[in-house]
T-cell receptor, first 111, second 118 residues
Framework: DQQVKQNSPSLSVQEGRISILNCDYTNSMFDYFLWYKKYPAEGPTFLISISSIKDKNEDGRFTVFLNKSAKHLSLHIVPSQPGDSAVYFCAASYNTDKLIFGTGTRLQVFP | EAGVTQFPSHSVIEKGQTVTLRCDPISGHDNLYWYRRVMGKEIKFLLHFVKESKQDESGMPNNRFLAERTGGTYSTLKVQPAELEDSGVYFC????????????????FGEGSRLTVL
């Protein structure tokens, strides 16, 4: 049973516009959420995180929003750039060192 | 500073054969993790070493998988005998601090070892 779900396998956005990547989770015990970015033939790299006690965290062009009541988080990228084209993984954790990942969303930013 | 390195980058073997994947963590990192991504699916946790000790091996699929980290440096993950469903990309990750430092992104992943079982 998948505890972290990314229901959109792909997303295409024009350069300069906003990219919104979504993630849903089922386990209310999760207390930390992260987004990782992955380019082809590379390992995932950390992008941004949020604690469950917050509802928003911002880092430059990247903002993560957490809606605990809906068990939903989203990653906003504004403005989107061609270099943002990658697979984005949502991940969550509770009380342990291990991460539980979603299946990923492939973002393509076109000119 | 060298990142997490994994070898081989790609291995193609036949069902029933043995494969050993190696991971060299970032120097000084006590925590070493193995994850796996089967094609198109989520990245799944396999196990976690703290130095040479297995802290959590709850994600290991079955006893065909054996992970070791002798001396607390590099780690190997052996699959014996390999089955078709073992195909995927095996990622190794390392971090320096124990406990969770998610907000600083201290978990570093290698490029992965792609395993294809025919």
């Amino acid at each position: 049973d998948q505890q972290v779900k990314q229901n959109s396998p792909s997303l295409s956005v024009q350069e300069g516009r906003i990219s919104i990547l979504n993630c849903d989770y089922t386990n209310s015990m999760f207390d930390y959420f992260l987004w990782y970015k992955k380019y082809p033939a590379e390992g995932p790299t950390f992008l941004i995180s949020i604690s469950s006690i917050k509802d928003k965290n911002e880092d430059g062009r990247f903002t993560v929003f957490l809606n605990k009541s809906a068990k939903h988080l989203s990653l906003h990228i504004v403005p989107s750039q061609p270099g943002d084209s990658a697979v984005y993984f949502c991940a969550a954790s509770y009380n342990t060192d291990k991460l539980i990942f979603g299946t990923g969303t492939r973002l393509q930013v076109f000119p | 500073e060298a990142g997490v390195t994994q070898f081989p980058s790609h291995s193609v073997i036949e069902k029933g054969q043995t494969v050993t994947l190696r991971c060299d963590p970032i120097s000084g990192h006590d925590n070493l993790y193995w994850y796996r991504r089967v094609m198109g699916k989520e990245i799944k946790f396999l196990l976690h070493f703290v130095k040479e000790s297995k802290q959590d091996e709850s994600g290991m699929p079955n006893n065909r998988f054996l992970a070791e980290r002798t001396g607390g440096t590099y780690s190997t993950l052996k699959v014996q005998p390999a089955e078709l469903e073992d195909s995927g990309v095996y990622f190794c990750a390392s971090s320096q601090t124990s406990g969770r430092s998610w907000d600083t992104g201290e978990l570093f992943f290698g490029e992965g070892s792609r395993l294809t079982v025919l």
